[in-house]
T-cell receptor, first 114, second 111 residues
Framework: AAGVIQSPRHLIKEKRETATLKCYPI?????VYWYQQGPGQDPQFLIS???????DKGSIPDRFSAQQFSDYHSELNMSSLELGDSALYFC?????????????FGEGSWLTVV | SQQGEEDPQALSIQEGENATMNCSYK?????LQWYRQNSGRGLVHLIL?????REKHSGRLRVTLDTSKKSSSLLITASRAADTASYFC???????????FGKGTSLLVTP
């Protein structure tokens, strides 16, 4: 079965640069979630979209922005990168939000800021 | 602070033994999910239990939910070395569009 696809899998950027992560949800899933997981940390919720509209916002820095496109894929844009942004970024998708629904995670995108 | 807190933070057992991990949360929930994560890999969904359910089974996994105590437990029976991973519980936020994770339990199963 198709899973959540994230790209790129690995990314190295310098401080103050910009990075864009892409997420392709499971087909027919209309909700996308972004999470950040630092080394040895639990996943932190950043932001979610339902039907191309922002549905919830967590601890996402102002330097980050995200959107969901008409084909339901989503992109997380990170600007003015800092060393502390180095983390594993997960995208997840579900059908219709969390109410009784399972959300499925991608393998993640490793971002290293040097 | 995070919605869920796992206990213990780390657990080391031998193959064949049972492993029990606990999770506590702070606010009301619609459902609670358990995930497994191998080092540096993605989160794999294990089981979802709804707030009106008390117990759920899936293979060697047994999950209980006590909404009065705001706690859940994950039992892995007859553990295998391949069960070595971190296990997280996660609860849905108020909006229904944010899953809040606990700190996780690191399980080590030795042959």
């Amino acid at each position: 079965a198709a899973g959540v696809i994230q790209s790129p899998r690995h990314l190295i950027k310098e401080k103050r640069e910009t990075a864009t992560l892409k997420c392709y949800p499971i087909p027919r899933h209309d909700t996308v979630y972004w999470y950040q997981q630092g080394p040895g940390q639990d996943p932190q919720f950043l932001i979610s979209f339902y039907e191309k509209m922002q549905s919830d916002k967590g601890s996402i820095p102002d330097r980050f922005s995200a959107q969901q496109f008409s084909d339901y894929h989503s992109e997380l844009n990170m600007s003015s990168l800092e060393l502390g942004d180095s983390a594993l970024y997960f995208c997840a998708s579900s059908s219709g939000g969390l109410s009784g629904n399972t959300i499925y995670f991608g393998e993640g995108s490793w971002l290293t800021v040097v | 602070s995070q919605q869920g807190e796992e206990d213990p933070q780390a657990l080391s057992i031998q193959e064949g033994e049972n492993a029990t991990m606990n999770c506590s949360y702070k606010t009301s929930i619609n459902n609670l999910q358990w995930y497994r994560q191998n080092s540096g890999r993605g989160l794999v969904h294990l089981i979802l239990i709804r707030s009106n359910e008390r117990e759920k089974h899936s293979g060697r996994l047994r999950v209980t939910l006590d909404t009065s105590k705001k706690s859940s437990s994950l039992l892995i029976t007859a553990s295998r070395a391949a069960d070595t991973a971190s296990y997280f519980c996660a609860t849905d936020g108020n909006s229904g569009y944010a899953l809040n994770f606990g700190k996780g339990t690191s399980l080590l199963v030795t042959p």
